[in-house]
C-alpha cells in the first residue's frame, strides 16, 4: 500500500527546474517529518531532504549532493509537501520518492538508503537530459 502520491516528475533539462509534490493518503502529513529519496538507474536509494514536523521545529535538512539547489517546504493548508527543484544536473535523474518513519524530527535515517522508513510512495520519476 503506497501512503503517499507523488507527482510533478518529467524531463527537463540541464540547468532546469522542476517542482515536485508528495501528497498523503488518510493522514495529516504535519504530523510527521518527511523526507524525499531518490533512486539513480544501478544506484542504491539516497536521502537527500528533510523537513521536521512544526510541533518540533519545520527544520529542513539536505544532503551535500542537492544543497543549494534544492529546497523542501510545507503548506500545511494544501496538506503537501514541495520539492522545488533548481540548477538542475544529469546525475539528478532518478526516481524521486517521499516517506516518513512517522517521528516528528528530521534524523539520520532519512539520509541512508531509507530502510526504517514506515510509509513510502511508489515515486515519480525525473530526467535530466538534453
Known amino acids: 500500500q503506497e501512503h503517499f502520491v507523488e507527482s510533478g516528475g518529467g524531463l527537463v533539462q540541464p540547468g532546469g527546474s522542476l517542482r515536485l509534490s508528495c501528497v498523503p493518503s488518510?493522514?495529516?502529513?504535519?504530523?510527521?517529518?518527511i523526507g524525499w529519496f531518490r533512486q539513480a538507474p544501478g544506484k542504491e536509494r539516497e536521502g537527500i531532504a528533510c523537513?521536521?514536523?512544526?510541533?518540533?521545529?519545520?527544520?529542513?535538512v539536505y544532503a551535500d549532493s542537492v544543497k543549494g539547489r534544492f529546497t523542501i517546504s510545507r503548506d500545511n493548508v494544501q496538506n503537501t509537501v514541495y520539492l522545488q527543484m533548481r540548477s538542475m544536473k544529469p546525475e539528478d535523474t532518478a526516481v524521486y520518492y517521499c516517506?516518513?518513519?512517522?517521528?516528528?524530527?528530521?534524523?539520520?535515517?532519512?539520509?541512508?538508503?531509507?530502510?526504517?522508513?514506515?510509509?513510502w510512495g511508489k515515486g515519480t520519476l525525473v530526467t535530466v537530459s538534453s
Open positions: 523537513i521536521s514536523s512544526y510541533s518540533v521545529d519545520g527544520r529542513r
Open positions: 516517506a516518513t518513519t512517522r517521528g516528528t524530527a528530521c534524523s539520520g535515517s532519512y539520509f541512508d538508503s531509507g530502510r526504517t522508513m514506515d510509509y
Open positions: 488518510g493522514f495529516i502529513l504535519d504530523y510527521y517529518a
